[in-house]
């Protein structure tokens, strides 16, 4: 078992505990063009989140990757994951196909129910994709299983790893195909993360 933080995914690990539950109802959120639409399963995300971040070894992941030369590599077909540091600054360029909703942190953890409350109650954050405000989901402790590569940055051991999830989650309808830009602000507890992505979002050929 190892600890490593991770920004806008601090990451605390820790075995599934007693009281760790899955999430409430969360508020439908806004996308681009302003309408509601209904929210993701986030009890659900949050476990494909982690897996996709501990999908490669440490060093070549999406986490540490600090220009987005890995931000394309094992997203899902259903979504376009973003991740954020293992703290301080980091500038992406991306490519996105389109009809992707884009999906992230602006700040979470793995670990126990008692320190996914405890980090929630420092958790701050901000998201705005091209200068406007996006709606953050405080959501936790939730159960999950992360499916991790040897050596990947989340987990030192290759296999299926039992947490509680918490954190401030976003969703962002499909964006328009052509440039926009994400920006990503998180924090808990003295940790700080400022995440920049230039998305270039492709059309469906």
């Given at each position: 078992?190892?600890?490593?933080?991770?920004?806008?995914?601090?990451?605390?690990?820790?075995?599934?505990?007693?009281?760790?539950?899955?999430?409430g109802q969360p508020v439908p959120s806004p996308g681009v063009s302003g309408a509601v639409r209904a929210p993701i399963d986030l009890a659900e995300t949050q476990g494909r989140w982690w897996s996709w971040a501990a999908s490669r070894p440490s060093g070549s992941d999406p986490v540490s990757d600090l220009v987005g030369t890995q931000c394309h590599v094992n997203q899902p077909d259903d979504l376009?994951?973003?991740?954020?540091?293992?703290?301080?600054?980091?500038?992406?360029?991306?490519?996105?196909?389109?009809?992707?909703?884009?999906?992230?942190?602006?700040?979470?953890?793995?670990?126990?129910?008692?320190?996914?409350?405890?980090?929630?109650?420092?958790?701050?954050?901000?998201?705005?994709?091209?200068?406007?405000?996006?709606?953050?989901?405080?959501?936790?402790?939730?159960?999950?299983?992360?499916?991790?590569?040897?050596?990947?940055?989340?987990?030192?051991?290759?296999?299926?790893?039992?947490?509680?999830?918490?954190?401030?989650?976003?969703?962002?309808?499909?964006?328009?195909?052509?440039?926009?830009?994400?920006?990503?602000?998180?924090?808990?507890?003295?940790?700080?993360?400022?995440?920049?992505?230039?998305?270039?979002?492709?059309?469906?050929?």
């Amino acid at each position: 078992m190892v600890w490593r933080w991770w920004a806008a995914a601090a990451v605390a690990f820790g075995v599934l505990a007693a009281g760790c539950a899955t999430d409430g109802q969360p508020v439908p959120s806004p996308g681009v063009s302003g309408a509601v639409r209904a929210p993701i399963d986030l009890a659900e995300t949050q476990g494909r989140w982690w897996s996709w971040a501990a999908s490669r070894p440490s060093g070549s992941d999406p986490v540490s990757d600090l220009v987005g030369t890995q931000c394309h590599v094992n997203q899902p077909d259903d979504l376009w994951f973003v991740a954020g540091t293992f703290g301080g600054k980091a500038h992406r360029r991306c490519v996105v196909p389109a009809g992707r909703a884009l999906v992230g942190p602006a700040v979470n953890l793995v670990s126990t129910p008692e320190d996914c409350r405890d980090f929630l109650d420092a958790a701050e954050g901000t998201v705005t994709l091209d200068g406007a405000p996006v709606t953050l989901r405080r959501t936790g402790p939730t159960r999950l299983t992360v499916r991790a590569v040897e050596g990947s940055a989340i987990y030192d051991e290759a296999g299926d790893h039992r947490g509680c999830g918490c954190g401030l989650w976003f969703e962002i309808e499909p964006p328009a195909p052509g440039p926009h830009e994400l920006r990503i602000k998180g924090g808990s507890d003295g940790l700080a993360v400022e995440v920049v992505y230039d998305l270039v979002v492709g059309d469906r050929s």
